[in-house]
């Protein structure tokens, strides 16, 4: 019997990047969202979201925000969380989410 219980792994019919694609065209998703619904860790969703910024189709992301005082990360490049906020250094982040948009 496995660590995780009687759960086998399930069959992958496309790769990581094409399932996170797939999940970004339905809609806005966290990295922490993005890992449990295709079962990769949250540290590979993030390496594989940098590679999707730079395919055909534009990656939005909505950028993380501090719940204490509202400061938005928007001129932030990175797709992981913040770990504090630079105004009132509270380490309570909402994390940025991610989606598709259509190709210019």
Do not use: Y
């Not at 792994?9 to 996170?20: D, F, K, N, S």
């Not at 993030?46 to 993380?64: N, T």
């Not at 938005?72 to 991610?98: A, N, T, W």
């Amino acid at each position: 019997m496995s660590a995780r219980g009687d759960r086998a792994p399930a069959e992958r019919t496309e790769t990581v990047r094409q399932a996170i694609r797939s999940l970004l065209q339905k809609g806005a998703w966290t990295a922490h969202d993005i890992s449990e619904q295709i079962g990769v860790s949250e540290r590979n969703v993030e390496s594989e979201l940098e590679s999707v910024a730079r395919g055909r189709q534009r990656l939005v992301i909505r950028p993380a925000a501090c719940i204490g005082c509202g400061f938005l990360f928007e001129d932030r490049r990175r797709v992981k969380k913040p770990g504090r906020c630079p105004k009132c250094r509270s380490e309570r982040i909402d994390p940025p989410q991610f989606s598709m948009a259509a190709p210019k």
